[in-house]
């Protein structure tokens, strides 16, 4: 049974920092391209990033480029979501998915991944 999990939302005041973190077990994590997308109370789903399990390229969504960085540990099936000089527009329940390829950017907003988390709550406080 495959399983998504992520952690290390919370509360942060803006300027300020997090980590987030997606454990993915049950899967061959290699084969598996990962994506970090966001979904704010009444917004539509937003691309953060994605990491290319063909080359190890990772892309950034527009309003992220600069701030956030993603990393990937294969040897700990986890990869990571360093989140810098957070704003209040930031906040939103930030989700981890798997799935054989990083979806095009124009379906993000209801690409149906292969495999995904419960989401963690990051609030950024102004």
């Known amino acids: 049974e495959v399983h998504v999990v992520e952690s290390g939302g919370g509360l942060v005041q803006a300027g300020g920092s997090l980590r987030l973190s997606c454990v993915a077990s049950?899967?061959?994590?290699?084969?598996?391209?990962f994506t970090w997308f966001r979904q704010a109370p009444g917004k539509e789903r937003e691309g953060v990033s994605c990491i290319s399990s063909a080359d190890g390229t990772i892309r950034y969504g527009d309003s992220v480029k600069g701030r956030f960085t993603m990393t990937s540990d294969n040897a700990k099936n986890t990869v990571f979501l360093q989140m810098n000089s957070l704003k209040p527009e930031d906040t939103a329940v930030y989700y981890c998915?798997?799935?054989?390829?990083?979806?095009?950017?124009?379906?993000?907003?209801?690409?149906?991944?292969?495999?995904r988390g419960q989401g963690t709550q990051v609030t950024v406080s102004s």
């Open positions: 049950g899967l061959t994590f290699d084969d598996y391209a």
């Open positions: 998915a798997a799935d054989s390829i990083c979806p095009p950017k124009s379906v993000i907003s209801i690409y149906n991944y292969d495999y």
